[in-house]
Nanobody, 122 residues
Framework: QVQLVQSGGGLVQAGGSLRLSCEVS????????MGWFRRAPGKEREFVAR????????EYADSVQGRFTISRDAAKNTVYLQMNSLNAEDTAVYYC???????????????WGQGTQVTVSS
């Protein structure tokens, strides 16, 4: 059974920073690509960032490029999303995801974290 357990998130003022973590268990961490997605109130789930299984490649949504950084630590089976210069538009529930496909399409990820709320106050 593959499990993704998220931590981090919370309430932060605009311009502040937060780091999300997602620990993977039940599968070889080095076999899966990892992604972060988010769902804002009243909006569809959207791609935020992804990192390849080996950590060699990353990609970001235009809306977070230059502000967010995705990384992974193989020793800890954990992927991170460092979020800087947060603004109100970043308020959403954030989800980590794992899968065998290198994709920005959420439907191609097989396993999901429980979600964590990020609220940015203006």
């Amino acid at each position: 059974q593959v499990q993704l357990v998220q931590s981090g998130g919370g309430l932060v003022q605009a311009g502040g920073s937060l780091r999300l973590s997602c620990e993977v268990s039940g599968r070889s961490f080095s076999d899966v690509h990892m992604g972060w997605f988010r769902r804002a109130p009243g909006k569809e789930r959207e791609f935020v960032a992804r990192i390849s299984a080996a950590g060699t490649y990353t990609e970001y949504a235009d809306s977070v490029q230059g502000r967010f950084t995705i990384s992974r630590d193989a020793a800890k089976n954990t992927v991170y999303l460092q979020m800087n210069s947060l603004n109100a538009e970043d308020t959403a529930v954030y989800y980590c995801a794992a899968g065998g496909s290198w994709a920005t399409n959420a439907g191609l990820y097989n396993f999901w974290g429980q979600g964590t709320q990020v609220t940015v106050s203006s």
